[in-house]
């Protein structure tokens, strides 16, 4: 072999080794492009899935307050208070079903603040219940009264009070804060 011959093979290896570098370097660019369509997609729906389950938090919420205003107390209005109540459900039952689906989009210190709420909402919900079972019991005007204000401290104060802790989470999660 000659200087020549093994120039031209190291030539030709360099040559070889430089298309395949440029090839592992155009897949490497091409799998991190993918990864990142793919992370801004899924970061583009968690943006997406946070913004409706704070929607439907607020509505629960406003819905919730009606439902338990004073003006409730103040004046017999069954047949309102059915379609309010019916409302609040039907709201409520989208909501916890939606949260269930889309916990996956969630951290944990979200998904615990969402814990947090449902469970208020749901303890409000029994004083509420209950409330309204006693009503006619003239024995229990004294519990009818602290159950009132309790369930309208929960829904008035409390529940709005742990959807703005939320909002902040949402909020710093999404960098906005």
Known sequence: MTVNTILYFIE?????????????VLVLGYLF????????????????????????????????RSLTSPLQEAIDFDEEEKKKEKDLVEKVNDTLVYLDTKRLFFS???QKNIDAITNKFFQTWNNYRYKKDIKDDRFMIKERSRLYKEVWE?????IPGLISSLETVFKKALRLK
């Open 33 to 64: 492009a993918r990864w990142q369509f793919k992370f801004q997609s899924a970061h583009e729906r968690r943006l997406e899935v946070i913004e409706e389950a704070y929607s439907k938090l607020k509505l629960v919420s406003i819905s919730f």
């Open 154 to 158: 929960s829904a008035s104060k409390e």
């Open 12 to 24: 030709e290896l360099f040559r070889i080794l430089s298309q395949i570098g440029w090839l592992f």
């Open 108 to 110: 944990n210190e979200e």
